[in-house]
Every structure is written in C-alpha cells, then in structure tokens.
C-alpha cells in the first residue's frame, strides 16, 4: 500500500486508480468481486485527492467497502434484492473515517445475503471454481487479486478470517467494540465486528492510523512474541492442508528463535460455538424483524430456515451468560503466552459458489472478543491458499500486528 502521495510518491492517486480499475476490467468477469463501480466518480475523487495537501495516512489510496456498510454517494444493497437500488443519505463511520483519511472509495464490494450463507457472485481468484469464503467475499477476492490494495469487511462468526485463509491474504478482525459499526446492517449486535483485507501485515499499520487515529509506530513490536500453539477443541475438524500450514508456520518460526508451547483452553470453551449459533440466531431474527414481516418472498430459503424453530429468550440468556464466563478466564490463557496460533479455518476453499466454508475456527474468537488476523501460510493439495490465524489478548491489536509483521517476514522469507 505505499503508493500515491501518502509515503514514496511514486504514484498519483489518478494512476494508482486508474491501474485498478484496468485490472478491474480485465479480471471482473471471472472473479465477481463488484456489486457496484462507477469509474467516473472513483477518478474524480484521486483527483481531487491529487490537488489537496496530503493530510492522511491513505491519501488517494483506492479502498473497496464491503456493500453492508452505508454508502452517501453508491447505493447499498446488502446483498439482498429487498434493498436493489437502495441510495443512504450518511456513510457509515467507517466510511467517513476513511474519507478523512484521504482514501478513495473505489467502489462496493460483494456480499452474502446480510452478510450470512446465501453467496453471492464472487468465485476464488485463484480458482473460480472454488469459494472465496463469505461473507466478505468481495472484499477478500478484490485485495487478493490486485483490483484493489484495501477492502473493508466485517466479521459475526468468521467473515474476514476465513475468506482472507481461502484467498491467500492478510485478513484483521479487530477486538470487538473498538471500530463502530453505525451505519452497518447489523446481524447481530453482539457480535458485529468491523475488519480489513490487505496484502501485508505491515499495512495494517496504515490502516489503524486511519481508523483509531494513532501513530503509526505503536505496532512496531520489534520483539519476538511467545506463542500458544492452540489447536481448539474442533481440532478434528482440521483437514490436512491447514495442520500442514500450521506445522509449516510453527517450525519456520522456531528454527528463527520464537518460542511456541502447546496450549490447552478451558473445557467450557467446548460449548462456546452452540451458544455463538444461539446468540447469532437470536439477534438476527430482531435485526431483520423488518425483512422477515414484510419481505419475506424475497428473502432466501437459506436464511429463512434459520427462524423455523425460534430461539427461547431464556436460551439466548444463557449463552451470553456462558459466553462472559469464558471471556473472564481468557487471561489465564494469555498468562503463558502472547499471542495463540490457531488454525483460521478447516482448510482450503471448498469446491463449488454455493457453499462459503465452515467458521468452526472463527466464531469461538469472535466470542470471546479478541482482535485475530490470518496470515497466509502455504499453498494446500488444490493449490490454494492456506492461511494461519493469530489471536492477542483483549485490546492489544497493536501488539498483535506488530507480531504479525515480523512473523510474517519470517513466512515470507522460508
């Protein structure tokens, strides 16, 4: 991401728009990253970005926004044919806080139905016969395929984490709470998490001086982190490519000095992807209360499936009471470690659009709250991207991305 005015000059932000919108064009029609562009529009914005001092860290840096998050000038559509053509009068606070910064909104990515399981048009770039994950799909596909250097996405089970393992780049799911989500369709408002897609680690940097307004030297965490190799309690669900990934990450990192131990989480933490389903399930059916009472011919059969047999409140209450316990002996575990390597999902993109992948390895993470990211780490027996997932403790997104940029180097190098 170090173009344009921001950092080496190289670029003005009209050729570094113009460069994305050529590979846009030649690349759109098999990958499907797109549900909205407006070529015109994205110039006139690097223009302007090219006649003002720069001022922010992303000046006339081309950004895709994932198309649940209000847009003032590009229709949002939630990727649901309820909302086709649908024009906010605001952006949404990610929005503006990226305009401020001096990007540019190229455009608006895709996404699953209210960022759920009905896919929509975006294949693998890799491979377009294979998902790119869900349900920031667009987003993940459009940064690893060089049609854009950022892409907005959010996460309620594994939304960035998955789709950034299956498509080969650096997703960041920051500690819940820390990003406001207004102006995002909520799901549900427990577990909403605003995160990004990029090609390094190191730009996660650029993007954090955007969002929080910090330095851009509070993640340079120059010292080597000790690790928790975590392997879950749905280890069994790990296919070969991610245990292969995760030994590859765990002896590369070794053999460069880092110290990794095994760690065990509590047995309760067993329960903690029943109750994300009950939470998620539960909120959902209020957040879409709207949809599902006057719309609901227009709604898939997918989502619809998940109201047929309602969540009791008291249930509901008894997973968020489960899942506080789990959140509060989360320091036990951080007391021996930094950071928790853990796989960032089952393995490589499945087969087939119709199916966006299991977040079995996501959703006890957003739970718990933390600030995760998937580093990419080998390619599987499909020839695709297989990432690995790193987990900091409750607010350290700082420490945590200045441990991914120097473990990443160590990847990148072996």
Not at 146 to 174: D, E, N
């Amino acid at each position: 991401m170090k173009t344009s005015h921001n950092e080496l000059g190289f670029f003005s932000g009209e050729e570094l728009v113009m460069a994305c919108l050529e590979r846009i064009r030649q690349r759109e029609n098999h990958v499907g990253a797109w549900i909205h562009l407006d070529e015109d529009q994205a110039l006139e914005q690097a223009r302007e970005c090219d006649r003002a001092k720069p001022e922010g860290p992303l000046h006339g840096i081309p950004v895709g926004i994932k198309d649940i998050l209000d847009t003032r000038d590009m229709p949002t559509c939630y990727g649901s044919p309820i909302y086709e053509g649908h024009q906010p009068v605001n952006d949404s606070s990610c929005v503006s806080f990226l305009r401020n910064a001096g990007a540019v909104i190229l455009g608006k990515t895709v996404t699953t139905e209210f960022a759920w399981r009905k896919p929509g048009k975006t294949a693998n770039p890799h491979n377009p016969e294979f998902t790119p994950g869900g349900s920031s799909s667009g987003s993940a596909a459009g940064v690893a395929d060089f049609m854009v250097p950022l892409a907005i996405g959010t996460q309620t089970g594994g939304s960035v984490i998955r789709p950034a393992s299956y498509c080969g780049v650096v997703g960041f799911k920051p500690t819940f709470g820390h990003l406001s989500v207004a102006g995002v369709k909520p799901l549900s408002h427990s577990l909403d998490t605003l995160g990004c897609f990029v090609r390094s680690a190191e730009d996660l940097r650029i993007f954090r001086q955007a969002i929080w307004n910090v330095s851009g030297e509070e993640s340079a965490n120059k010292n080597f982190p000790k690790i928790g190799f975590c392997r879950t309690p749905d280890w069994e669900k790990a296919g070969p490519s991610t245990q292969n990934a995760l030994e590859h990450a765990r002896q590369t990192w070794s053999s460069q000095g880092v110290e990794i131990i095994d760690v065990q989480l509590p047995e309760e933490f067993s329960a903690l992807g029943d109750a994300h389903g009950c939470i998620m399930v539960y909120e959902a059916g209020q957040n879409l209360r709207y949809e599902l009472s006057h719309h609901q011919s227009l709604l898939s059969k997918r989502l619809r499936s998940y109201f047929e047999k309602p969540i009791r409140f008291e249930e509901y209450q008894e997973a968020l009471k489960m899942t506080r316990l789990c959140r509060d002996r989360m320091q036990e575990v951080f007391d021996s470690c930094d950071v928790l390597l853990a796989p960032s999902a089952p393995d490589e993109a499945p087969h087939g659009l119709d199916y966006t992948g299991d977040t079995v390895f996501n959703r006890m993470w957003t739970m718990l709250y933390l600030p995760t990211l998937t580093l990419p780490s080998i390619r599987g027996s499909n020839q695709l991207p297989v990432g690995v997932q790193l987990i900091g403790a409750y607010g350290t997104d700082d420490d945590l991305i200045g441990y991914a940029i120097s473990l990443e180097n160590m990847l990148s190098s072996s």
